[in-house]
């Protein structure tokens, strides 16, 4: 059974720093694209990171890059998104998600990935 858990969420104050996790079973990540996306409350859901299980390539939106890094660790099946640099509107649930055959163009449209976590919750707030 295909099956992706976020962890890592909480509560942080604005400039402070998390680190997300999604570990994936059921199948391997090495195989597939993984992205990270965040939905605030009233709002669509936003692609904000993705990497390639295989070659390790990486996106990220404008917004989070030089705050964001994306990496994964293919012996322990996980992707971790280290967020550092936390901003108010940074604010979101976020979830990661697999997918496969891909276009570049459609890497950050959630309509592209099968499986999804149940998402962890990110709060920056002073």
């Known amino acids: 059974q295909v099956q992706l858990v976020e962890s890592g969420g909480g509560l942080v104050q604005p400039g402070g720093s998390l680190r997300l996790s999604c570990a994936a079973s059921g199948f391997t990540l090495d195989r597939w694209l993984i992205g990270w996306f965040r939905q605030a409350p009233g709002k669509g859901r936003e692609g904000v990171s993705v990497i390639d299980g295989r070659s390790g390539l990486t996106y990220l939106i404008d917004s989070v890059k030089g705050r964001f890094t994306i990496s994964r660790d293919n012996a322990k099946n996980t992707v971790t998104l280290q967020m550092n640099g936390l901003k108010p509107e940074d604010t979101a649930l976020y979830y990661c998600?697999?997918?496969?055959?891909?276009?570049?163009?459609?890497?950050?449209?959630?309509?592209?990935?099968?499986?999804w976590g149940q998402g962890t919750q990110v709060t920056v707030s002073s």
């Open positions: 998600a697999a997918g496969s055959s891909i276009l570049p163009l459609n890497r950050l449209s959630p309509q592209s990935y099968a499986y």
